[in-house]
């Protein structure tokens, strides 16, 4: 079975989303026969190159209602082990790391992929790193195990730029909107950041149509809380 997740790095959801999804997977009888994919979105795919804090941002963009925001997320975070620190966060051009993560992919392979998100991930909402710097990038890369003089050559010019241009392409012709949103088998999607049971039916799900062939949809619970346009639920 794959799942294709399209995420993007400053989307808080997305975070939550994958520690649950992943949660599920761990209980599930056929996670050796899952490969999971990261796909690239942009919540801000206008977002300057030079890092800003994201209080600031998130306040001009949606006002005081930006700290109820942020509040939620932190504390919905803590129950999947998640430390935000909001305060410290910068908002900043993810592309950059999603061409690092098509080059984790593309070289290393899927499970060296799923690291460097995690890493992307928790470098970005918890230790407050401009994750548009090459630099910031290499060394966050370096600690998953990729190598530095690869990711240094790799970030300086631009290749997977192409690729992931692509991708973004993909994903908005599917009709990917909001995030994250997983995609099993390119044919069932679920969106948002759902609880552990509910992706745990879907793999469940997922696992019986294919067993069958049948293309019947899998029903799953309404869309999951997730970030669209630059926002998140609240």
């Excluded at 009888?29 to 206008?46: F, H, I, N, S, T």
């Excluded at 999947?80 to 080059?103: K, P």
């Excluded at 060296?112 to 090459?134: I, N």
Aim: hydrophobic content about 45%; some cysteine.
């Amino acid at each position: 079975m794959k799942v294709e997740i399209w995420s993007d790095i400053a989307c808080p959801w997305c975070y939550i989303g994958k520690r649950r999804f992943e949660q599920a997977l761990a209980d599930f009888p056929g996670k050796e026969q899952v490969e999971v994919v990261y796909r690239p979105y942009q919540l801000v795919p206008d977002a300057p190159a030079t890092a800003s804090p994201h209080r600031a941002w998130l306040a001009e963009r949606y006002g005081p209602q930006s700290v109820a925001m942020d509040a939620r997320v932190a504390e919905l975070g803590l129950a999947e082990g998640i430390a935000y620190d909001f305060d410290a966060a910068l908002h900043a051009n993810t592309f950059l790391g999603h061409r690092l993560l098509h080059l984790a992919e593309s070289e290393y392979g899927p499970e060296a992929q799923g690291r460097l998100k995690e890493a992307l991930l928790k470098a970005h909402f918890t230790d407050g790193v401009d994750v548009g710097d090459r630099a910031a990038l290499a060394d966050v890369a370096v600690a998953v195990g990729l190598d530095r003089e690869r990711v240094t050559a790799y970030l300086a010019g631009d290749e997977g730029t192409a690729e992931v241009d692509a991708q973004l392409a993909e994903g908005r012709e599917l009709g990917i909107s909001a995030v994250p949103t997983f995609v099993f088998e390119g044919k069932w999607a679920v969106q948002g950041g759902q609880d552990a049971e509910t992706f745990r039916k879907v793999l469940d799900q997922v696992a019986t149509e294919i067993g069958e062939r049948r293309p019947a949809p899998v029903q799953v619970a309404p869309a999951g809380e997730a970030c669209a346009d630059g926002a998140c639920a609240i």
